[in-house]
């Protein structure tokens, strides 16, 4: 038995690399496995807007003034700060609205959710 656990060692020994890789590859391939299966089951799938099928809905998608980012670079003059104040109050009174540990927080309505189902 000793005999065996030595030749072991030694071969694990001689190809370290090659074990060293085998191993990352299927740490990998685990890891992919969990998260797909973590974003099946928690419903993100549903949310994911680039799968093939959703054309039709992306295009329906309205993008208004709030989605649009604050740019980081440009002119700073007075007009740019009266934006991002805007902005930034706008963010604050929602945060301050919601309390700190309730679970009305992560419902549909105030994440901004459809009840109804998307269908592609």
């Not at 099946?40 to 054309?55: H, N, Q, T, V």
């Not at 419902?107 to 901004?112: H, Y």
Request: hydrophobic share 35%; proline share 3%.
């Amino acid at each position: 038995m000793l005999d065996k656990l030595a030749n072991i060692k030694s071969r694990l020994v001689r190809h370290q690399f090659a074990c060293f890789i085998s191993l990352c590859i299927l740490l990998a391939m685990v890891m992919t496995t969990i998260s797909l299966d973590l974003y099946r089951k928690s419903g993100a799938i549903k949310l994911d807007m680039s799968r093939p099928g959703y054309e039709k809905v992306r295009s329906k998608v309205e993008k208004s003034r709030d989605d649009q980012p604050f740019e980081s670079s440009g002119v700073l003059n007075k007009a740019a700060i009266t934006d991002f104040d805007q902005r930034m109050s706008k963010h604050r009174k929602e945060l301050k609205g919601l309390g700190n540990y309730d679970n009305a927080n992560i419902s549909d309505e105030s994440l901004g959710l459809s009840s109804s189902p998307v269908t592609p």
